[in-house]
């Protein structure tokens, strides 16, 4: 689960990394709505989209401190976005927004390391050849994430645009979907494998990733217009306290369950449509 929330989390937040914080430093007009559209799409498509999707190709099985404790960071994080978006500390007070939400992502970090170590499983050793060889792994996944996504995002935005679409709603769905690409690919391949907690960590861990450390990052560099988007903050945040009950009711998320959050998904962009 640690390593699911921190390391797998932090490798397919890669693509909204490169997004958003890009958008940011390139700060032209559509900058904010690219920037910000993303990261609120891209939770919102993690929660509802990427566990749904892998529930319903097999029940994810839950164990109870995701909900008591990873869960409860991921609120933690949505409602620190929530109330920097309403005092303006991501619009006119953003670099005071940024570093807060830096020093948040610090705190969450360190926290999760103290569980690792409290939590360490004993037993499995690797030899110096072989770590090597999963820290390349890592590198050219990452790479292979990023050049990926940066790809498929160029096209969805030319094409998105040739049909007059609002930047907002690119973002939101267009790039989020596409960023979080990596996040579905891990998730439904875990939930293949019976590995849920890689499953739901994975989720769970990059959209700490998205909220905290790329948008304090993005907050350095760009006023983000957050207070204008505080309706689509609310729904992240309603869609994060859907997690509750559908996480622990039952300690399995069913394929029945899965079905509901893709459809509460497909709620989510017609209620985009008139952006458009």
Same mark, same amino acid.
């Given at each position: 689960?640690? !390593?699911?929330?921190? &390391?797998?989390?932090?490798?397919?937040?890669?693509?909204? /990394? %490169?997004?958003?914080?890009?958008?940011?430093?390139? +700060?032209?007009?559509?900058?904010?709505? @690219?920037?910000?559209?993303?990261?609120?799409?891209?939770?919102? %498509?993690?929660?509802?989209?990427?566990?749904?999707?892998?529930?319903? !190709?097999?029940?994810?099985?839950? #164990?109870?401190?995701?909900?008591?404790?990873?869960? @409860?960071?991921?609120?933690?994080?949505?409602?620190?976005?929530?109330? %920097?978006?309403?005092?303006?500390?991501?619009?006119?007070?953003?670099?005071?927004?940024?570093?807060?939400?830096?020093?948040?992502?610090?705190?969450?970090?360190?926290?999760?390391?103290?569980?690792?170590? #409290?939590?360490?499983?004993?037993?499995?050793?690797?030899?110096?050849?072989?770590?090597?060889? $999963?820290?390349?792994? !890592?590198?050219?996944?990452?790479?292979?994430?990023?050049?990926?996504?940066?790809?498929?995002?160029?096209?969805?935005?030319?094409?998105?645009?040739? /049909?007059?679409?609002?930047?907002?709603?690119?973002?939101?769905?267009?790039?989020?979907?596409?960023?979080?690409?990596?996040? =579905?690919?891990?998730?439904?391949?875990?939930?293949?494998?019976?590995?849920?907690?890689?499953?739901?960590? $994975?989720?769970?861990?990059? +959209?700490? /990733? +998205?909220?905290?450390?790329?948008?304090?990052?993005?907050?350095?560099?760009? +006023?983000?217009?957050?207070?204008?988007?505080?309706? &689509?903050?609310?729904?992240? =945040?309603?869609?994060?306290?859907?997690? /509750?009950? &559908? &996480?622990?009711?039952?300690?399995?998320?069913?394929?029945?369950?899965?079905?509901?959050?893709?459809?509460?998904?497909?709620?989510?962009?017609?209620?985009?449509?008139?952006?458009?």
């Amino acid at each position: 689960m640690i !390593i699911s929330v921190v &390391l797998v989390g932090f490798g397919t937040s890669a693509p909204e /990394f %490169a997004i958003s914080v890009g958008a940011a430093v390139q +700060n032209d007009v559509y900058s904010a709505d @690219i920037s910000l559209g993303n990261i609120i799409g891209s939770c919102v %498509a993690n929660l509802l989209l990427v566990l749904g999707l892998s529930a319903v !190709i097999r029940p994810i099985t839950v #164990k109870k401190q995701v909900v008591s404790r990873e869960l @409860i960071v991921v609120l933690i994080a949505t409602l620190i976005l929530l109330g %920097a978006a309403f005092f303006g500390l991501l619009d006119t007070y953003h670099i005071i927004g940024g570093i807060l939400f830096l020093i948040s992502f610090s705190v969450c970090m360190y926290i999760f390391f103290c569980i690792a170590r #409290k939590e360490r499983i004993e037993g499995i050793h690797c030899t110096k050849g072989e770590t090597r060889k $999963n820290i390349l792994f !890592i590198i050219l996944g990452i790479i292979g994430v990023v050049g990926g996504a940066y790809l498929l995002i160029e096209s969805a935005v030319v094409i998105a645009e040739f /049909f007059d679409i609002h930047p907002l709603v690119i973002a939101l769905t267009l790039v989020a979907v596409g960023t979080s690409l990596p996040e =579905l690919v891990v998730s439904v391949v875990a939930s293949w494998k019976h590995e849920s907690d890689i499953a739901v960590g $994975n989720v769970l861990g990059s +959209n700490v /990733f +998205n909220i905290l450390l790329i948008l304090g990052v993005a907050g350095l560099f760009l +006023n983000l217009n957050a207070l204008a988007s505080l309706d &689509l903050i609310l729904i992240l =945040l309603g869609v994060t306290l859907l997690m /509750f009950p &559908l &996480l622990y009711s039952g300690k399995t998320i069913a394929r029945w369950e899965g079905g509901l959050m893709l459809v509460i998904y497909a709620g989510f962009i017609i209620y985009l449509s008139p952006i458009i």
